[in-house]
């Protein structure tokens, strides 16, 4: 009897081994390029020219009567700098050259990292920091990714804060099941601002006053910016569209990397809204984005028209657009954004590419992320071009 006991429960291990399962992919991205900003011109050799560089670890298992547990763990990494990828995960350039400013390119686990169930006939649910919807919304709109020519973080933002970020600290979130190529989107991630406020330290590691994100696994360790959102996609045959609505409550929070805790006074509203239509070797894209705040500081509506054509191994690609702000002392003024590429497939997995964006930031919109103030001069003006190699595995 013990020995069946046994050879049953090595039997029953073995077929849950067998029912899951964990795999590596990701991508790998760099080349020349080249930067003018501010009437000022700088080369080299940078990454992510026309995709993220990243590892991801996933993860399912079977759980038995169509649902199944899934992780996903993103590492994001820069494929051209050593110290990006050692340094702090605040990148504060104060102790050593790998506390550089650029140091968190490389950080474990910087990207997406969530956790969760998933089921054909109830939906899925996911915790950990998990992507807004707002993100597919941008990537149904446009063929760039959120690289050069994009327009990501150039014309358009994925959230209010100052570094758009694509995701959420502390959230969960929830996708319907798919009804006639519909599917729904519930996202959450809690405001928390009951932490302790202490006095700004200048010598500090993250050179900061309150943390705005709950770097923690403690809930309300620190304060946190509220999220929500809410987001509808459909793809059915040629047709693709999907539409988002993220809102976030920066009232009493400061934002994330703001130094001092210098705190927040304004709810954001950021609403996205994309479409697509493939036609034979062409596809023709559209993406307009709002984003407003209740005290009327910030009203801006951008809006951009894309396509591709593919030809043989060549992939071809445009993006035209502008942005126009109504608040401010930017009331009435526009800002324009044009982006060019093309992909050369050297397989399934690799390509050579070159991608080039220009932006002539008029309204004052331009991301905080890609504004490199390090650079002098006063132009309005802001351009990329790069030309490189991507390798997917």
């Given at each position: 009897?013990?020995?069946?006991?046994?050879?049953?429960?090595?039997?029953?291990?073995?077929?849950?081994?067998?029912?899951?399962?964990?795999?590596?992919?990701?991508n790998?991205?760099?080349?020349?390029?080249?930067?003018?900003?501010?009437?000022?011109?700088?080369?080299?050799?940078?990454?992510?020219?026309?995709?993220?560089?990243?590892?991801?670890?996933?993860?399912?298992?079977?759980?038995?009567?169509?649902?199944?547990?899934?992780?996903?763990?993103e590492?994001?990494?820069?494929?051209?700098?050593?110290?990006?990828?050692?340094?702090?995960?605040?990148?504060?350039?104060?102790?050593?050259?790998?506390?550089?400013?650029?140091?968190?390119?490389?950080?474990?686990?910087?990207?997406?990292?969530?956790?969760?169930?998933?089921?054909?006939?109830?939906?899925?649910?996911?915790?950990?920091?998990?992507?807004?919807?707002?993100?597919?919304?941008?990537?149904?709109?446009?063929?760039f990714?959120?690289?050069?020519g994009?327009?990501?973080?150039t014309?358009?933002?994925?959230?209010?804060?100052?570094?758009?970020?694509?995701?959420a600290?502390?959230?969960?979130?929830?996708?319907?099941?798919?009804?006639?190529?519909?599917?729904?989107?519930?996202?959450?991630?809690?405001?928390?601002?009951?932490?302790?406020?202490?006095?700004?330290?200048?010598?500090?590691?993250?050179?900061?006053?309150?943390?705005?994100?709950?770097?923690?696994?403690?809930?309300?360790?620190?304060?946190?910016?509220?999220?929500?959102?809410?987001?509808?996609?459909?793809?059915?045959?040629?047709?693709?569209?999907?539409?988002?609505a993220?809102?976030?409550d920066?009232?009493?929070i400061?934002?994330?990397?703001?130094?001092?805790?210098?705190?927040?006074?304004?709810?954001?509203?950021?609403?996205?809204?994309?479409?697509?239509?493939?036609?034979?070797?062409?596809?023709?894209?559209?993406?307009?984005?709002?984003?407003?705040?209740?005290?009327?500081?910030?009203?801006?509506?951008?809006?951009?028209?894309?396509?591709?054509?593919?030809?043989?191994?060549?992939?071809?690609?445009?993006?035209?657009?502008?942005?126009?702000?109504?608040?401010?002392?930017?009331?009435?003024?526009?800002?324009?954004?044009?982006?060019?590429?093309?992909?050369?497939?050297?397989?399934?997995?690799?390509?050579?590419?070159?991608?080039?964006?220009?932006?002539?930031?008029?309204?004052?919109?331009?991301?905080?992320?890609?504004?490199?103030?390090?650079?002098?001069?006063?132009?309005?003006?802001?351009?990329?071009?790069?030309?490189?190699?991507?390798?997917?595995?």
């Amino acid at each position: 009897m013990k020995k069946t006991l046994v050879a049953l429960a090595a039997l029953a291990a073995t077929s849950a081994f067998a029912q899951s399962s964990v795999q590596l992919d990701g991508n790998v991205d760099a080349g020349y390029q080249s930067v003018n900003y501010k009437g000022n011109s700088v080369t080299g050799v940078a990454g992510n020219g026309s995709s993220t560089s990243q590892l991801n670890v996933r993860g399912n298992e079977d759980l038995g009567g169509g649902l199944r547990a899934t992780f996903r763990v993103e590492t994001d990494w820069n494929m051209v700098s050593n110290l990006a990828n050692t340094g702090t995960s605040t990148g504060v350039n104060i102790k050593s050259p790998s506390d550089s400013i650029n140091g968190s390119g490389g950080t474990f686990g910087n990207g997406e990292v969530r956790l969760g169930l998933e089921s054909a006939t109830y939906g899925q649910i996911h915790f950990g920091a998990v992507n807004y919807n707002t993100l597919g919304t941008f990537l149904t709109g446009q063929p760039f990714g959120t690289a050069i020519g994009s327009g990501f973080r150039t014309m358009y933002i994925n959230d209010a804060q100052g570094t758009s970020q694509v995701r959420a600290e502390n959230a969960v979130k929830y996708v319907t099941p798919t009804f006639s190529g519909f599917q729904g989107t519930l996202y959450k991630s809690n405001k928390q601002d009951k932490a302790t406020k202490v006095a700004f330290d200048a010598k500090s590691v993250n050179n900061l006053n309150t943390q705005p994100n709950a770097f923690s696994t403690a809930v309300g360790a620190y304060d946190q910016v509220g999220t929500q959102e809410l987001g509808l996609n459909y793809a059915n045959g040629p047709w693709a569209a999907s539409y988002s609505a993220l809102k976030q409550d920066f009232v009493g929070i400061s934002a994330v990397n703001a130094s001092a805790g210098a705190a927040g006074t304004a709810v954001y509203k950021v609403n996205t809204l994309a479409g697509a239509y493939t036609m034979g070797n062409a596809k023709f894209m559209a993406l307009n984005q709002s984003n407003t705040t209740d005290t009327g500081s910030v009203k801006n509506s951008a809006t951009t028209l894309s396509a591709t054509y593919t030809l043989g191994q060549t992939v071809l690609m445009a993006q035209t657009g502008s942005l126009k702000s109504s608040a401010g002392a930017s009331d009435g003024k526009k800002s324009t954004f044009t982006g060019f590429g093309a992909d050369y497939k050297l397989s399934k997995m690799s390509a050579l590419y070159f991608r080039a964006e220009s932006v002539n930031d008029e309204a004052g919109a331009m991301n905080a992320a890609l504004t490199p103030a390090a650079i002098k001069g006063t132009d309005t003006k802001f351009a990329r071009t790069a030309l490189g190699l991507r390798i997917g595995f």
